[in-house]
């Protein structure tokens, strides 16, 4: 009987390093070269949607294709492990000057509050 615990408890160690070594790759930041000056606002209606890579850098995946690397000052804690964010501006802007709030699930509360970096356009690297 023990025999066949010792397979099952390897098994499922295994599984979850594996599982945690695939959250670290998925936050893994891409490659990317600039693409012109970094800008202060990014217009929000233009943002199709957002990628964490890890608790300090977003990319905004913009319509028409831009992408803007956007690499926050410091830290924001569980950003990279939730990797999901909210924002409150009173203009159509999201700016460098804005505020993100990590949004944590379940069930879905506010978690840290970090300021944002400024908007850097990137060409990200083809993946292999």
Same mark, same amino acid.
């Given at each position: $009987? $023990? ?10 160690? $295994? *599984? ?7 959250? *670290? ?24 949607? *957002? ?16 992408? =803007?690397?956007? &690499?926050?000052? =410091?830290?924001? !804690?569980?950003?990279?492990? &939730? &990797?999901?964010? !909210? =924002? ?7 700016? !460098? ?11 879905? *509360?506010?978690?840290? !509050? ?15």
């Amino acid at each position: $009987m $023990m025999r066949a615990i010792l397979p099952l408890a390897a098994l499922a160690l $295994m *599984t979850s390093a594996s599982a945690l070594a695939a959250k *670290t790759d998925r936050n893994a930041v891409p490659a990317a070269t600039p693409d012109g000056p970094a800008i202060d606002c990014v217009q929000i209606s233009a943002i199709r949607d *957002t990628r964490v890579h890890g608790d300090k850098v977003i990319d905004f995946h913009m319509r028409g294709g831009k992408v =803007y690397r956007n &690499e926050l000052p =410091y830290q924001c !804690s569980s950003l990279g492990f &939730e &990797e999901r964010f !909210s =924002y409150q501006t009173s203009i159509n802007r999201l700016c !460098s000057v804005d505020v993100i709030t990590v949004l944590r699930n379940p069930p879905l *509360t506010q978690g840290p !509050s970090c300021g944002l970096g400024k908007f850097q356009p990137v060409k990200l690297a083809r993946k292999k």
